[in-house]
Each structure stands twice: as C-alpha cells, then as structure tokens.
C-alpha cells in the first residue's frame, strides 16, 4: 500500500505552482558579447538622456537595470535587443560566469535608481554626476571588455564577503574557458 501511496503522490516540483527560482533566475555562463552590447545599448540610452536633459530617461535606465537584475534578460528589451538580434548578427560567443554579470547588473541599478530618485528630490547636478559615473562604467565593458562590477565582485570575492560557492568558475582558474 506505501508503494501505491508513493506512486501516486506528485513530485514536489509537480506539486507547487510557480518554480520561483526559475522567475528570477539568471543565466550562467553569460555570452559576453551580448552584455558588452548591452552596455552599449546602455551607454546609448544613457548619454540622450544626458545631453537632453530628460529626466524620464533616468527611470528608463533604472527599470531595465532592474528587469536585468531580477529576471536575467528574459524580459529586458536592450537584453533582448542585443541576445536575439545585435549578438547573433555579430556572430560571436565568449562564455564567461553569470554571477558577476549579474552583480554588476545590480550596481548598475543602485546607481541609475539613485540617480533618478536624486533627480526627483531636486539633486540634479548629482543625479547628472551619477549618470556620467555609470556612462563611464557601461563603456568600460561595451568598448574595452572591462567589467568593473564583475572587478568589484571578484575583489569581494576574495576577500569572503561573497562565498566561494556563488561562483565556482570565478574562483577556480581550470573551471574558465579561454
């Protein structure tokens, strides 16, 4: 009879509605093409929205840092842009770790959504400066290959604030592809 019960009973997966894990999962590896024209989307978005003064670019910036930063690029529409259109067009693929992208990802919206909450307070000579931080950050990695927040992840990393085991690749020399 325990068998028959055993037999019946649905898998836990089955059991529940809405994987969560998968909602806000994040992909590993990351192409790297496909975030360092992101970035240059970003860059893109970021410097109309300096040169014109439009404040409404901020929380544009702020929002698809924060779709990335949640929910991967499923639902990002310069993530989107650039993994189904710009990067196959371009024909490239260099597989690196998901974890530091994704950190990066993060300060890349703590810093836009400062900056649009800056603006919205009547701070905008340090909402403008912010702006031009993140100008410089996401033009690193468009047009020198250079993530800082995947820098400052690894600083972190090493340092034990971040466990080894959120990334495994970045850690171990013989895990990285060349």
């Known amino acids: 009879m325990s068998k028959l019960m055993d037999a019946q009973t649905p898998a836990p997966a089955a ?3 809405v994987d969560w894990r998968m909602v806000f999962a994040f992909p590993n590896p990351v192409n790297e093409y496909s975030a360092r024209i992101t970035a240059a989307l ?9 040169l014109t003064g439009f ?16 929910f991967g690029p499923r639902i990002s529409p310069l993530a989107q842009l650039s ?17 530091p992208k994704r950190f990066a ?23 403008w400066v912010l702006l031009a931080v993140l100008i410089v950050a996401a033009s690193l990695e468009a047009f020198a290959g250079f993530c800082l ?12 604030l971040i466990p080894e085991d959120v990334c495994e690749a970045c850690n171990n020399i013989s895990l990285r592809r060349p």
Do not use: D, E, N
């Open 15 to 17: 059991r529940r509605g």
């Open 42 to 50: 970003v860059v893109l978005l970021s410097a109309v929205t300096f």
């Open 55 to 70: 404040g409404w670019g901020l929380a544009v910036i702020a929002a698809g840092f924060w779709l990335r930063v949640l």
């Open 83 to 99: 993994i189904k259109v710009l990067t196959p067009w371009l024909g490239r693929t260099r597989l690196v770790p998901g974890p």
């Open 105 to 127: 990802q993060g300060i890349g919206a703590a810093v836009s959504t400062a900056a649009a909450l800056l603006l919205a307070a009547g701070a905008a000579p340090a909402a």
């Open 149 to 160: 927040g995947c820098t400052i992840f690894g600083f972190l990393q090493r340092r034990g």
